[in-house]
């Protein structure tokens, strides 16, 4: 079973990633686009690999600027795909 914990820092991780930044601040649990300027390219990436590393499907009618809006609700998103395969 894959833990809350893991989740955050993999996502953590990509993030990092995909914006080229250093560390990654506090992050706000409900405004992550607007605090990490995430514009749609990067959201795309980052959706795309969230896919990959939790070899989850996120179906196109789930797909919202309120699954990527938030850290915690993206965080539980994840945990609440893995758990169903």
């Given amino acids: 079973m894959i833990?809350?914990?893991y989740i955050e820092l993999k996502l953590a991780k990509m993030l990092k990633e995909i914006l080229e930044i250093e560390s990654?601040?506090?992050i706000k649990v409900?405004?992550?686009i607007e605090q990490f300027n995430i514009d749609s390219i990067a959201a795309l990436e980052l959706?795309?690999?969230i896919e990959q590393e939790f070899h989850i499907q996120i179906?196109?009618?789930e797909l919202s600027v309120n699954l990527i809006g938030s850290f915690h609700g993206l965080v539980v998103y994840i945990e609440r795909?893995?758990?169903e395969n």
């Fill in 47 to 49: 959706l795309v690999r």
């Fill in 81 to 83: 795909k893995c758990n």
């Fill in 3 to 5: 833990t809350k914990n």
């Fill in 59 to 61: 179906p196109d009618e």
């Fill in 30 to 32: 409900d405004n992550l």
């Fill in 24 to 26: 990654i601040p506090e």
